[in-house]
């Protein structure tokens, strides 16, 4: 009979909602991605009651997004007013109720509902803003050297290789010189998006700096490193950067490292070494893929040019 006028009234009022006939169908209602936020609970049903599903979903916390419980009971004793607020219930309803109560609380909890995913889509925007860098839109520095972390302490548990590239953009202040920060912001925008694009899923990119960019490689040995740097080098150059009237052919130089050179698992060695890399890349003149190997002082290097590695 609750059932009926409830459906009654809510399809009256404009809410568009489910109906389930016990707590059992409820609670499998509620484990779907689309789930109803706004709960209308009677305390005495078959299977699961409305006390005990109100204490699942509490339970479930940060697996899904807040709902909003209205408890409908013929129960009015102050201990039970208790109980179903210590199991989570928001608001509480004694049956028989007043239908315009009962509309002006369902207003509330859908102001409350409302509030709340503006409050986690406002946190989520916070989080976006401090791990990704606002103009390429891939992450940033921080974001990316932990991303490195994490990676190389998988690695030690695993036993596989991490690789490290290093990019930068040739002749880049040139850029900016020539044809404006204009085209250099939406030329550093179209190299990222390119380098994302050719980068398997697990593979991580950020912006280290600048003209520069952080790429980590997970489960990739040297020579598979300096062939996806050869590839990711030839994505970048093989097409000119388009901005309205200017355009232009731009390449990167990269240097490449590898954790298998530091077993310690040192970030600021792996990240020199792929630093030296990059610098005698520009050195032995520029769009190339360099290694350079650890234990020399020199610019002793393996170089990846346009179509071969030397070794």
């Given at each position: 009979m609750y059932r009926q006028l409830l459906s009654s009234h809510l399809q009256e009022w404009g809410f568009p909602f489910t109906v389930a006939k016990d707590g059992a169908e409820a609670w499998a209602l509620l484990q779907r991605s689309n789930s109803p936020k706004l709960l209308l609970l009677d305390w005495i049903l078959p299977d699961v009651d409305g006390v005990e599903l109100c204490r699942r979903v509490r339970l479930a916390g940060s697996e899904h997004p807040y709902s909003y419980v209205i408890l409908l009971t013929g129960k009015d004793a102050k201990k039970d007013l208790l109980e179903a607020m210590q199991a989570g219930v928001d608001d509480y309803l004694v049956k028989p109720f007043d239908e315009l109560e009962l509309?002006?609380?369902?207003?509330?909890?859908?102001?409350?509902?409302?509030?709340q995913e503006e409050l986690v889509s406002a946190k989520e925007s916070m989080r976006y803003s401090a791990t990704h860098d606002s103009l390429t839109g891939i992450t940033n520095r921080g974001e990316v050297l932990g991303s490195l972390r994490r990676e190389l302490e998988r690695a030690s548990r695993t036993m596989k290789p991490v690789s490290v590239l290093l990019a930068d953009v040739d002749h880049f202040k040139e850029v900016n010189d020539s044809l404006g920060h204009l085209y250099g912001d939406e030329a550093l925008k179209e190299i990222?998006?390119?380098?994302?694009?050719?980068?398997?899923?697990?593979?991580?990119?950020?912006?280290?700096?600048?003209?520069?960019?952080?790429?980590?490689?997970?489960?990739?040995?040297?020579?598979?490193?300096?062939?996806?740097?050869?590839?990711?080098?030839?994505?970048?150059?093989?097409?000119?950067?388009?901005?309205?009237?200017?355009?232009?052919?731009?390449?990167?130089?990269?240097?490449?490292?590898?954790?298998?050179?530091?077993?310690?698992?040192?970030?600021?060695?792996?990240?020199?070494q792929a630093d030296r890399g990059l610098y005698a890349a520009k050195h032995d003149g520029r769009n190339r893929a360099v290694h350079v190997e650890n234990t020399s002082p020199s610019l002793d290097f393996r170089i990846m040019d346009h179509a071969r590695v030397s070794k």
């Open positions: 509309k002006a609380r369902l207003l509330v909890g859908q102001r409350i509902i409302k509030m990222a998006r390119r380098l994302r694009s050719n980068l398997r899923v697990y593979d991580s990119l950020g912006r280290y700096g600048g003209e520069e960019f952080l790429m980590i490689l997970p489960d990739c040995d040297l020579m598979s490193a300096l062939i996806r740097a050869d590839e990711l080098r030839t994505c970048v150059g093989s097409k000119p950067i388009g901005l309205s009237k200017a355009s232009r052919s731009i390449t990167v130089s990269i240097g490449v490292a590898v954790s298998t050179d530091h077993p310690a698992g040192d970030i600021g060695a792996l990240l020199n």
